[in-house]
């Protein structure tokens, strides 16, 4: 089973991506997927009345690659699965079904600035580059 904390951004990169329609095969059969997941959404956050939500997502529907969006979404999507194992389900169900079609979010990209940051966490079947630009010139 995910954890909620990683399966809200998942969830909304994947609807970020759908929404974007990347030309991308991939996408293309993941997009009737990811929009039926977001009806479902919409439906679910308006039934209980979930405004917060509804915004989020229609936000995030007017701007796909809008990295602030996403997370703002995916926070919140976080914060329901934790409240409720339906919507975990329901969001855990959309990326199995997302993933079985080919589409996935198979990269994450962080920037760190200081000495020698480096986050690897729930790595599987992954490679990891590690770049510290050049070495510095000895004296």
């Given amino acids: 089973m995910m954890e909620p ?4 951004v998942i969830v909304a990169a994947l609807i970020a991506k759908a929404l974007d329609r990347a030309e991308d095969e991939a996408v293309d059969r ?13 439906e679910r956050f308006s ?19 809008s990295p602030k969006l996403m997370r703002t979404l995916g ?6 699965a934790e409240r409720s194992p339906e919507v975990r389900a329901e969001l ?4 199995k079904d997302a993933k079985s079609v080919g589409m996935d979010i198979g990269s994450i990209t962080q920037t760190a ?14 490679q990891v580059n590690v770049d510290r ?4 010139e000895s004296s």
Avoid at 5 to 8: A, P, Q
Avoid at 92 to 95: C, F, H, K, N
Avoid at 113 to 122: M, P, S, Y
Avoid at 133 to 136: H, I
């Fill in 47 to 65: 039934r209980e009345g979930d405004q917060e939500a509804q915004q989020a997502l229609e936000r995030l529907a007017e701007v796909p690659d």
């Fill in 113 to 126: 600035i200081g000495d020698g940051n480096v986050q690897i966490a729930g790595l599987n079947n992954s």
């Fill in 92 to 95: 855990e169900r959309l990326v």
């Fill in 133 to 136: 630009g050049r070495a510095p």
């Fill in 5 to 8: 904390v990683t399966l809200g």
């Fill in 30 to 42: 993941g997009v009737g997927v990811v929009r039926r997941a977001v009806s479902s959404l919409r």
């Fill in 75 to 80: 926070d919140l999507l976080d914060e329901r």
